[in-house]
């Protein structure tokens, strides 16, 4: 199964890479981020790796995706932060 045919894919928002969605995109609000588990790693194991990411890098979980031989796709979510101004000391 194809990821472009997948309908838990179909609403996000288009890859700004030319259909390449492994390197993330942005839309709006908010900017994405894919990951893909191998079907070895365990649940404990795939939360310890969503913390890490979560706790240092401020993604949140926004949609998981379990395939037939095990593989998980997950996709991380977080707000678009506005980029300040650089001659302004804060």
Known sequence: MSD?????????PAPATG??????????KWEYRPLRLPPGITRPSAATQLSIHAEFSGWELSRVLLYADGTRKVWLRRRRSTPGIPELLT
């Open 4 to 12: 472009e045919q997948d309908p838990e894919t179909s609403s996000l």
């Open 19 to 28: 259909g390449v969605r492994d390197v993330g995109w942005t839309d709006d």
